[in-house]
Each structure stands twice: as C-alpha cells, then as structure tokens.
C-alpha cells in the first residue's frame, strides 16, 4: 500500500509539471521568429545562388530553351542588405533606424516607453498596405511560383520576393515593438477590445497570405514535376529510392521489433545469476518495445522529409515536422504512462483508478496540443495577439481539466500526507479538513506537498543512479532508518550477537569472493605474461579493498608462480622462499635462490604486504631496500607483483624506494554498491544464513528500489547503508555486516549497522592526530616505534593512546597497535580532511 502512495506521488509530481512548463513557456520572452512561409518559399535558391545555379539540374532547362534571360544582379539577400547602397533607403529601412534610434533613447532614459505607441501607429497604416498590395500580386495571372521561374530569377519572381522580405521584416519589426512596448500598450492590443480585434484581423490577414504562397507554390511546383523529370531525371529518380529505401527499412524494423524486443528481454531474464543491472535492462527494453511506436514514426518522418525535397518549399517541411515532433512526443508521453500505469513497479495497476488515468491522460493532451499550436504560431506569426488569444483559451479549457485533476487525486494525495511519518504539523493539521470549500482548499495544498514529496524523491532517485550520488544519498538513508527503526532499535538492544566462529566466516569467506571485481586488472597482467613483459607491477590499494584476493586471482594464471607474505624482516622473507624452492638456508641462498628460479621456469612471484617492510624507526627502510633491490635484479627473469598499502605507498615514493623497473602501478579502487552486495549474499549464502529483514522499516526515499518484493527493498537499504559507510572497502562491509546481525531465538534478524560518533576527532589535539596517522600509515605498529617516529614523551604518547583506545579507535594484538575495523573509515576519512592522510 505504501508503495502505491509513493508511485501515485510520482504521477502528480510529472502530471503537474506538464503543467507548470506549460505556465512558464508563455512567459519566457520570444526569440526571433524563424523566417516566414513566404520568405522561405523564395529563398530556397537565393540563400547560395551560385552554388545551386551550378549543381542544380534544372539550370540544363534554362540553357535548352533560352526562353527568358538572367539578369545582371543577383536577388537580394534575405535581411534586404544586398543592395542596400545601390538603392534609395525605402519605407522599412526608415522604420527600422527610426526604431534603433527610440529603442536607444528608451534606454538611456531619453525617451518615454509610451513613445512606442505612436511609432507603431504610424507603422501599421504601412504594413497593411504592403500585405494588401502583395496580397493582390501574389492573385495575380503572372504569379508563377514554380522551379523554373525561381532558377531562372524570373523578373516577376524577384518582384514578388522583394515584397515577402520587406512584409517579413515589418511583421518582425512590429513584434520586436510588442516586445519593447508597457505593459498597457501591449494589453490593449492583445485583448478582445476593438484595438486586439484589429491586430488579429491583421495578423490572420498575413497569416492567410502565408498559406496563400505555401499553395500556389505547392500546385505550381507539382505540376511542373512530368517536365523536371524529362529533363532532369537523375534526382527525381535517387529521390524515389530513397523514398522506397526509407519505407523498406522501416518496415523491416518494426516486423523485427514485434518478436525481436520481447525475445530480446526474455534471453536477459533468463541469464544467470539476475542482477540488478539486468533487471533494469529487461525493465527498460519492456518499455521501449511499449512505448517506440510514436518515436519510431517521429524519426521515420524526418527522415522522408530530410530526403523527399520534391517541391522544396521549406515552410511546408517545417509545418509538417512541427505537427509530427509535438504528435508523436504527446502520444509517447501518453503512452508511457499508461505503461507505468499498466505495468507499475508494486502492482500500481490495482491502486489507480480509471478516473485518475484518464486525467492524466487529459492533462497530456492538453498539454502536447498547446505546445503544437505554440510551436505553430511562432513558426508563422510570432507570439503577438493571436498567440495571447490562444493562452488564453487554453488557460479557460484548463480550467476543468484541473478541477477534474483534482477531484480524482485529492483522497491519493490526503492518503500520502496521511502515510508520510516526517510530515511537518501544519500539513498535518491541513489534512484533517476533507470536506466541503475547505477540503477541496486542503486537496490543493496535499497535491502540492505530494508533488514537493515527489520530486524531492524523483531526484534523489536520479542522482543515486551514479555513485557520487548514492555516496551523498546513503548518509540521508541512514539518519531515515535510525529515525523510522527507533523504537525496533531499543527492543532489539537485548538480542545476543551471532557466535563468532559464524562472524569469523562471514568476514574471512574462505577464499571466495567476486571474480568480476578486478577481472580488467588480471587481464593487464595476463597480457604482461604473454608478451614476455617481466617487469615489475605494484599493487595499491587500502587496507581491506582486497589485495590478496587480486593475488589469489593471479595465482590462477600460471601454475609456475610463487607466494609470498612479507614479515618485518627481508631475511624471514628469503628464508620462506628458500623453503619453497627447497633451496638450502645459508649465507648464499639469495644466488641459490635466483638460480632454482631460472631453473623451475618461476614466471611469475606474487609478494604481498610489502608495506610491513617499512618501518618508522630511523633506518627503518632497509629492510624495503633490500626487497627492491632483490626484485631489480630479477628483471627479466620473472614477473613480480608487489602489493602496498595506499596510505605507505606515498611514502614509498618519496623515498624512492619502489623498484626501478616498476612499469605498472594498479590502484585498487573501491567496489560499486552492486558488487558489495553480491559479496554480502555470497557470504550469508555460502555460510548457510538467511537474515531476516522483515522488522526493519524502509524509509520511505528507498520505496522504490529495483527489487519489488519488500523484503528485497529492505535488504537493498541495508546493503546500501552498508556500502556507504564502508565506502567501498569489502573488509569492513563484511565487518559491519556481521556485527548488524542478532540471534533471536531460531532465525537470524537484521539490525541497523551501528556507526562511530566520528564527532569525538573533533576536540582531539594534534599530538593525538598524529598518533592516529602513524597508525593507519604503517598498519600495526609497536609503542617503541611510536615513540621513535613521533619523538613525542612517553606520558604524552600512552595518554593519546589510552583516550583513542577507551573509544574503541584502536586494537592492541601481538605488542602492536592498528586502527580497529569499525572506525578505520572514519579515522581515514578525517584525516585526509585534515591533510594528514592521503587516502
């Protein structure tokens, strides 16, 4: 039921924006209109007379029958500024610098804005003259619109296109004055009072001239196509393949796509093991094959249009891909959510009625039809008085539209304020009144917050599909599950945790892990091999990201390798590598060693840890020396794969103790949320575990998850919580895993993580900072070393380490100290804030 709520939250958050892009498109000030019907129906030839004088096949026609003869200057361009010093300056060019002139004057202040309205009455008198004398010669018998006259610059031709520039540029000129002009000269001339009446009268008079060229250019240039193709075959005929070239290739596709998306979505469903990944895969083709139809038309029509230029009279592909972009993205829309509708993410089908579809469905309409005719009317008059009319009119059929929306979502949206645990008191105090004038005001507002609560959700959904996002997101999800789970948390408190021989297998895993995770970097090193590239490689990773699995998986490669495990001292390492190779130990079996080497073929010597070689005493890079030194001189007999601790590793370098002949560095990043979530499975899975999640509650930003079943959303928020804070590094996921679970009586439940109260490093002091850095820098390390790198007193070192150990920050084993598990990430992180750490 829960999710319903929240997937109907998402339906008025979308159905609502529809609406408030609708509001806002009016608004946003008009870009300059694209060049009318009837400057475009001319100037196919004109916008480069020279190059389609020379590819143009009809320039043979003119040539053959020499019927009329081209004059000596070309036609003018179409802003009329071709010939503007070899003529008098006319009536527009007069308006326009007059207009230049006011609008800078305006500007400085100079001039009033209500100066606008005597220019324009003084400009209109004007236009409507041009529009009803060209009007008069566009009727005339000598109006000939055909290819013909056009590539021949047909005397009467030029005349008629001189005319279209200059009504182009007037009517252009008048909207730049509407959009200059007060409000009040505006208002007046846009409403339904006499002046609006005018205005209309004159716009639907240039409209009407518009589609006065677009048909007599239309029938002129159709009847003209048997002679074309007489004398100029070859593109009539490449133009007709095309065409049936189009239409068999979309026909192919869609008989494909009937059986092709359905089969397609099968064969990845039933690809093992189903992974998330997969399953958005399967989701997304599911919707694509519902939902293409309208696209794969959209694509198919301007493809026909880019390529059937017949008639070439741009106005009419302009007017025909208009209709076609706003048809086919209203019906996609529409289609889409019927489907999300149909097929919904928790049974939604069950929990929307028929009503509430079909305002969706209204709303879509309304919507994709506004935007049509706006798309329309720019294209061919501007947004000017017919334009206001039309917003207008469909402000008033909205009207209906929203109290109809309303009516059949107000009890879904009372049911999400009602559901929604962080409700602020005041939208709670607003959803008691449901009835009579004060419910319907309460739907309103419960509309809004649910369309707030969805879009809030939407984003955070949005910006999880990355992992930036979901690294910035999961602390959000964290305090939610803290606050929502609050009181399981205290009656859980009691529970006992699982016995640790169980913990010890849930963290170690026994060698199994997941093959795919560094699966790029073990190829690298498989092509080393194969191309006899025996160098050096370093490994870097952190502590815990999974360097010794990286080594288990090399070890698979070549059965020719050896395995070793650095301790403090290069001799106990030279001394275990003798053993291996059954090589005496003495004073000479380093040469001993690098002859069984040579001899057994060793293709390949894995060393791990090789960090522990580094010690803070002073002189405490000898024994690293000697492991360098060693692996240089076994260049070129054997491939080495040295791994490192990335807070070493920089130090490491500095000192410029890595091997010299190291040409590869692989740093070890951390693992995707999908891939500490198979590791987790794995593990519980592996140790025969079936964690219940049952009595966590989900918060509400995790609802709609990929999984459907809600024990899988539930488990989804934990792992991902988890993955968060572990950031990650698959040890400690592992580690928080296994600390999350409780044994209550017969089954194994699920607690919240527990985190570390990270604010504690806040009031530390430097020498304690300091402390901890040596620590994480080294991994375990002695109190003598301590005080030997920090050269702090004894009193000063024991306090800091007996303040960081009565937190539970630091682990004493084996005379050594290192940071312990639970706060490794949050010790790391805040000292690399600080500039102590490089991470």
């Not at 959510?337 to 879509?364: H, T």
């Not at 005719?373 to 917003?391: N, P, Q």
Request: with cysteine; net charge neutral.
């Amino acid at each position: 039921m829960q999710g319903q709520s929240h997937n109907k939250t998402i339906f008025i958050a979308i159905s609502m924006a529809l609406l408030v892009i609708t509001f806002l498109s009016p608004c946003v000030s008009a870009a300059p209109p694209e060049p009318s019907p009837v400057h475009q129906a001319f100037s196919v030839v004109e916008e480069n007379p020279q190059k389609n004088q020379e590819e143009s096949p009809q320039e043979v026609i003119a040539s053959e029958e020499d019927k009329l003869k081209k004059p000596d200057s070309i036609l003018p361009e179409p802003d009329g500024a071709a010939n503007a010093e070899d003529k008098p300056e006319g009536q527009l060019e007069l308006f326009e610098a007059e207009f230049a002139e006011l609008k800078n004057k305006v500007d400085n202040l100079t001039r009033s804005p209500n100066d606008y309205k005597e220019f324009y009455f003084r400009l209109r008198p004007v236009i409507e003259e041009k529009v009803a004398i060209f009007e008069k010669d566009l009727l005339s018998d000598k109006t000939d619109l055909s290819l013909f006259a056009q590539i021949n610059n047909d005397e009467y031709f030029q005349h008629l296109f001189e005319q279209a520039i200059e009504v182009k540029n007037l009517f252009y000129l008048r909207e730049k004055i509407f959009n200059e002009a007060p409000p009040e000269f505006v208002a007046i001339h846009t409403s339904t009072r006499l002046d609006g009446i005018k205005e209309a009268k004159l716009e639907a008079s240039y409209i009407k001239l518009e589609l006065l060229v677009i048909a007599k250019a239309t029938y002129d240039r159709f009847m003209e196509i048997p002679k074309r193709f007489h004398l100029a075959p070859l593109d009539l005929i490449v133009t007709l393949l095309k065409l049936f070239m189009a239409i068999f290739i979309f026909y192919i596709w869609r008989s494909w796509a009937k059986d092709g998306f359905p089969n397609w979505r099968k064969r990845i469903l039933e690809q093992r093991p189903a992974t998330s990944i997969k399953r958005k895969y399967a989701r997304f083709i599911w919707y694509l094959d519902k939902t293409r139809s309208p696209i794969e038309w959209l694509v198919f029509i301007n493809i026909l249009l880019a390529s059937l230029d017949v008639l070439q009279i741009p106005i009419s592909k302009a007017t025909i891909s208009t209709i076609a972009f706003w048809a086919c993205i209203t019906i996609f829309i529409f289609k889409l959510l019927e489907k999300m509708v149909e097929r919904g993410k928790r049974g939604l089908l069950k929990g929307i009625s028929k009503a509430q579809s079909r305002s969706i469905k209204l709303l879509i309409w309304w919507f994709g039809l506004f935007m049509m005719m706006d798309s329309l009317l720019s294209l061919y008059i501007g947004e000017v008085t017919i334009f206001a009319w039309l917003s207008r009119l469909f402000l008033v059929l909205f009207i209906p539209v929203y109290l109809y929306l309303i009516s059949t979502w107000k009890q879904d949206a009372f049911q999400v304020v009602g559901q929604e645990r962080d409700a602020p008191d005041w939208i709670k105090r607003i959803h008691g009144n449901q009835t009579g004038l004060k419910g319907f005001v309460s739907a309103n507002i419960c509309v809004l917050y649910s369309i707030y609560m969805g879009t809030v959700h939407m984003f955070l959904q949005i910006i999880y599909k990355a992992e930036t996002g979901r690294r910035f997101t999961t602390e959000i999800y964290r305090k939610k599950f803290i606050s929502d789970n609050q009181e399981g948390i205290d009656k859980q408190s009691h529970l006992p945790d699982i016995e640790t021989s169980l913990k010890d297998k849930l963290i170690s895993g026994d060698g199994y892990e997941i093959e795919s995770v560094h699966a790029a970097h073990i190829k690298l090193v498989q092509k080393m091999m194969d191309t006899g590239d025996l160098s050096h490689v370093s490994v870097v990773g952190e502590r815990g990201i999974g360097k010794t699995f990286f080594l288990n998986s090399l070890s698979k490669i070549t059965p020719n390798h050896l395995r070793l495990n650095c301790k403090p001292s290069f001799k106990n390492l030279l001394c275990e590598l003798a053993q291996q190779l059954n090589v005496p130990i003495n004073q000479s079996m380093m040469e001993q060693i690098r002859n069984a080497i040579i001899e057994n073929d060793v293709r390949l010597i894995l060393i791990d840890n090789c960090h522990l070689l580094l010690s803070p005493r002073a002189n405490g890079q000898k024994q690293i020396r000697r492991l360098c030194s060693w692996v240089n001189n076994l260049s070129g007999q054997c491939l080495c794969v040295l791994t490192f601790n990335s807070s070493s590793w920089p130090l490491v370098k500095a000192l410029g103790l890595e091997p010299e002949h190291n040409t590869t560095s692989i740093k070890l990043g951390p693992w995707s949320q999908n891939e500490i979530e198979s590791l987790l499975d794995q593990r519980t899975r592996l140790n025969q575990i079936d964690p219940d999640f049952s009595q966590l509650i989900i918060p509400r930003q995790l609802a709609d998850n990929e999984d459907e079943e809600p024990e899988n959303q539930k488990k989804s928020g934990v792992y991902r919580v988890i993955w968060g804070y572990a950031d990650g590094n698959p040890a400690i996921s592992c580690r928080l895993l296994s600390d999350s679970l409780a044994q209550d009586k017969d089954k194994v439940i699920v607690r919240l993580p527990d985190y570390p109260d990270t604010t504690l490093m806040e009031g530390y002091e430097i020498t304690t900072l300091l402390l901890l850095r040596v620590i994480c820098q080294f991994g375990a390390i002695s109190l003598k070393e301590i005080k030997g790198n920090l050269g702090y007193r004894n009193f000063a070192v024991r306090s800091a380490l007996a303040r960081c150990q009565a937190n539970g920050m630091i682990d004493f084993h084996d005379n050594k100290y290192s940071i312990s598990w639970l706060w490794y990430r949050s010790v790391s992180r805040y000292l690399s804030r600080q500039n102590l750490l490089i991470r």
